[in-house]
């Protein structure tokens, strides 16, 4: 089973568009939802985390809505370049006794010049 | 500030053969390690963790083993390689206590033929 669904499983904007990239989850005990930021041939880099508290954050053109009661979040990349170009991965995980990361399947972004 | 190397980059083995990843964090004292799988193009699944020196909790069984013989060391291991084992081997740490903000390594492309 699924714990994280991420759409579309690709994207593609033109340059100086908003990307907007969705998640939903199944589990209520998650609380803590990171989007990570992955070029082909690396490693993930952790772009900017919410918590279930938020319903919001802010970081520099990344943008998290978090909806608690729908159990969905979105990543909003505003004015979007080439090189933002990459698979986003939405992760969540629970207060838990260990950091157990529950991954979507990512989302392949494409912005174009 | 903090480093994480793994090696190999990259390994190309065959079939039953054995196979040992390793990972090292530096400028961090006592993390969190974690061991990530990623299939090419997929999602990355959590394997192992660990929270001190000598002690590996396994997430999913894929016969692979770890160890951590140091607390700035993380090894990935088996005796007895399977194609499916080819991907994307990821190396994690976070701060002890937090539960939250991995981060990842550079990753080991492994190829089984």
């Known amino acids: 089973q699924q714990q994280v669904r991420q759409s579309p499983q690709s994207l593609t904007v033109w340059e100086g568009e908003t990307a907007i990239l969705n998640c939903s989850y199944e589990?209520?005990?998650?609380?803590?939802f990171p989007w990570y930021q992955q070029f082909p041939g690396e490693g993930p880099a952790l772009l900017i985390a919410?918590?279930?508290?938020?319903d919001k954050k802010e970081d520099g053109g990344f943008t998290i809505f978090f909806n608690k009661r729908e159990k969905n979040l979105s990543l909003h990349i505003k004015d979007s370049q080439p090189g933002d170009s990459a698979t986003y991965f939405c992760?969540?995980?629970?207060?838990?006794?260990?950091?157990?990361?529950?991954f979507g399947k990512g989302t392949s972004l494409t912005v174009i010049p | 500030a903090q480093t994480i190397h793994q090696w190999p980059v990259a390994e190309i083995k065959a079939v039953g053969s054995p196979l040992s990843l390793g990972c090292t964090i530096k400028?961090?004292?006592?993390?969190?390690l974690y061991w990530y799988w990623q299939a090419t193009g997929g999602t990355l699944q959590q394997l192992f963790y660990?929270?001190?020196?000598?002690?590996v909790e396994s997430v999913v069984q894929l016969n692979l083993s770890a160890s951590r013989p140091k607390d700035d060391q993380f090894i990935l291991s088996t005796e007895k390689l399977l194609l499916s084992h080819s991907g994307f081997y990821l190396c994690?740490?976070?701060?002890?206590?937090?539960?939250?903000?991995?981060?990842f390594g550079p990753g080991t492309r492994l190829t089984v033929l």
């Open positions: 660990s929270i001190t020196v000598g002690q």
């Open positions: 919410i918590r279930s508290v938020s």
């Open positions: 992760a969540a995980s629970a207060a838990t006794g260990y950091q157990n990361f529950y």
């Open positions: 994690a740490w976070s701060l002890v206590g937090g539960r939250d903000e991995q981060y």
């Open positions: 400028g961090k004292s006592s993390p969190n």
């Open positions: 589990n209520s005990a998650f609380d803590y």
